[in-house]
């Protein structure tokens, strides 16, 4: 046994039991190793099925996903992240993961904070182009890649460019062998009369099995108690098109060449345990297969590991396998060298005791125990990877920096999205909504654009709106108005108000234009004056971020209730692991560490600039997944502490306050790390994010209204 950290907590994903291919016998396998042979891991599984099963009574089983639903894949990495793991190790195969050339997969990959370890079962040589841009993405989010076998490795560097230092090769895993001798196996299956010849697997026309039939009879002739004994169901695949018409002609070949009576057929789906007591009680293991390019085949690891004589055709991962003498190899589709290659090993038992040794010599490397020991050495490795990238990504060198390009501002579509009344509310595509009317929130936020971009004549169409939607009555502004200008409510919510209070003072202290700060003097003086206590913790900020930029007799005792306010909340619901104001992460979540900032700075109060700070970081580690890029809390359900955090939907607001949050920052205490975070989530708009989609339409300025799963 070796040792792990305390409750290693790994999470397999791929084909899993009780499905029934190698792939999902493998990742079984591995599972059940990783428990045996690292004493404190703890091993769950993310399982591919084709349909939903119930299996819920599998201990390893964390959550199926089914293959086309993408809704499943994002519920995948949301248990994966709930369950804490520590690492996450992929089986690969184009076919088992749904989306174009198993693209699905990604929405897993590109969401969970564990650092990612992938194991290759194919390799191409010649990718499609989805199968290249997928693999590329892959091999790009995982710290550490495994193959078995070095061409495999080879084709990686060669195909993928993948850099030969972040490839690993870790030999498919073999069983032990059973207690019993193989004598003693060879009579319970009722092969104590013959020499056993023998091939596993599920049944397709590219196993080539028919080339050893067309050979059977020479070898018959001078070994006439040979059996050919062939064990497998046929591939499921291949039953919905043919049904068994490809077992149905091998019988009908081998009663034409007289030797029917010297195959048999076990037309099953066998378990781990009965194939390595078939494996054991067979003298020669032959593959026949038929494509060159495969990069790995579990039964033939298993055969030669368990020391039995072996004869393939030449595919890849024969030739690296059974290389230097540890095999026979004879060309694929030629049953005159394969009849040749297989009287040669049943006629010289000098040659099998040969074999047997070395597949035995062999087979100490590739036995479970051993490969899991490998795998546990790379996984860690790959989280101490993880942390120094991660680190270097919060905190980076600034000799190996390279600014953000940055688009030039346009504002086609925000003037677009205006009437003579003010900015519509909505689009569809780019087309103004008129049936979603307009709202001051909006129009606030307009108003301190346009003040700040010196455009006059947005900030006189935004001055106007907020005018005509202030309550003198109530010292309070509405939100929401239909298209035929009619308000549809008498007062508008808490955070619309804030924004707006916001906005106006941004009017009034930036503004080049006297009526536009005249009008917003005449808002601000009723509005301040009957300031309520609201409710919620942003509209607070907002109000902070506007009042901060005034330097009156009025702004000190709002801005010093609302210090109180952030101190308050934030001892209240902030602990060791939750570095926060509220017990939830919600939206604009960064404009409560600016506000902490700026109030922090018009107060002089270095302990609320440094709480600020303090917010600020530790929601930067919240929004940054592990490849570095910025991924915002989504509005799906949020973030509430001690649940499930939301990675979708992801709104463009959150990665604006973010920067805006951040470049605050770096006024105050600059510092270079603040202003490349700060540009990390800006790129979040031009395709640095979590599906690789820009958001941004930088011809005309306008900006998709955020991400989902898909």
Request: proline share 5%; glycine share 6%.
């Amino acid at each position: 046994m070796f040792g792990a950290p305390p409750s290693f907590r790994i999470v397999l994903i791929g084909n899993y039991a009780p499905e029934q291919c190698g792939l999902a016998t493998f990742t079984t396998d591995l599972a059940e190793s990783f428990e045996r042979n690292i004493p404190d891991a703890v091993v769950k599984v993310i399982a591919m099925r084709e349909t939903e099963l119930d299996i819920t009574s599998d201990e390893h089983l964390l959550y199926e996903v089914r293959r086309g639903h993408l809704a499943d894949y994002v519920e995948a990495a949301n248990s994966i992240n709930d369950f804490g793991a520590d690492i996450v190790c992929v089986q690969h195969e184009y076919g088992i993961f749904g989306g174009k050339s198993g693209e699905h997969l990604l929405t897993i990959l590109r969401n969970v904070r564990a650092p990612i370890v992938t194991t290759l079962h194919t390799i191409l040589v010649k990718p499609t182009e989805d199968q290249r841009r997928v693999l590329d993405e892959i091999l790009s989010l995982s710290e550490r890649v495994v193959t078995m076998s070095e061409r495999g490795r080879d084709i990686l560097h060669e195909v993928h460019g993948t850099h030969a230092g972040k490839i690993d090769m870790i030999p498919h895993g073999i069983p032990a062998r059973p207690d019993h001798t193989d004598a003693e196996i060879k009579a319970e299956l009722g092969f104590a009369d013959h020499q056993v010849l023998l091939t596993f697997g599920l049944l397709s026309p590219d196993k080539g099995i028919e080339n050893v039939v067309r050979a059977l009879p020479a070898v018959v002739a001078e070994n006439p108690d040979l059996l050919y004994v062939v064990v497998g169901a046929t591939h499921p695949n291949i039953r919905r098109q043919h049904g068994e018409a490809y077992r149905e002609s091998l019988l009908a070949t081998a009663a034409e060449l007289g030797v029917a009576d010297h195959i048999r057929f076990v037309d099953a789906f066998v378990d781990l345990d009965e194939l390595v007591r078939y494996i054991c009680a067979c003298d020669v293991y032959v593959t026949p297969y038929l494509k060159r390019e495969q990069i790995t085949s579990g039964t033939l690891a298993y055969a030669m590991g368990l020391g039995r004589p072996v004869v393939s055709t030449p595919y890849w991962y024969a030739e690296e396998l059974l290389g230097d003498g540890r095999g026979l190899l004879v060309p694929a589709r030629d049953p005159e060298a394969m009849s040749e290659a297989l009287l040669r090993v049943f006629g010289d038992a000098d040659l099998r005791r040969d074999l047997r040794e070395q597949g035995l010599r062999a087979g100490k490397s590739m036995s479970w125990p051993a490969v899991a020991k490998a795998y546990n050495t790379i996984f860690t490795q790959s989280i101490e990877q993880s942390k120094t990238r991660i680190s270097s990504i919060m905190h980076p060198n600034p000799v190996h920096t390279s600014p953000l390009s940055l688009p030039p501002l346009r504002y086609g579509h925000l003037r677009r999205l205006c009437d003579d009344t003010g900015l519509f509310q909505h689009a569809k595509y780019a087309i103004p909504n008129r049936a979603e009317g307009y709202c001051i929130d909006d129009n606030a936020r307009m108003l301190i654009l346009a003040v700040n971009e010196n455009l006059d004549d947005l900030a006189t169409l935004a001055t106007t709106f907020t005018e005509y939607g202030f309550s003198a009555d109530r010292g309070l502004f509405r939100n929401f108005m239909a298209y035929d200008r009619r308000w549809l409510e008498t007062v508008g919510s808490d955070d619309s108000n804030g924004r707006t209070i916001w906005a106006l003072a941004t009017a009034l202290n930036h503004s080049n234009d006297s009526s536009v700060r005249e009008i917003a003097r005449e808002l601000l003086e009723p509005a301040l004056r009957e300031l309520p206590d609201f409710e919620h913790l942003r509209t607070h900020a907002f109000v902070a971020l506007g009042v901060a930029q005034m330097p009156d007799a009025r702004s000190e005792p709002i801005l010093r209730r609302i210090a109180t306010r952030l101190k308050r909340d934030f001892a209240r619901n902030s602990d060791e692991n939750w570095i926060w104001f509220e017990d939830f992460l919600s939206y604009d979540n960064a404009r409560l560490c600016e506000a902490a900032i700026r109030t922090g700075v018009a107060l002089e109060d270095e302990e609320l600039i440094d709480l600020g700070f303090k917010t600020l970081a530790w929601l930067g580690e919240v929004q940054t997944d592990r490849r570095g890029m910025f991924a915002p809390v989504g509005c799906n359900g949020f973030y509430f502490k001690g649940g499930e955090r939301a990675w979708f939907d992801q709104q463009p607001l959150e990665a604006a306050a973010t920067v805006a949050a951040l470049l605050a920052a770096n006024e105050v205490r600059p510092d270079l790390k603040l202003v490349q975070q700060a540009e990390n989530a800006f790129a979040w708009f031009l395709g640095r994010n979590a599906v690789g989609a820009p958001l941004a339409d930088v011809a005309t300025g306008g900006c998709c209204d955020g991400i989902l799963p898909s």
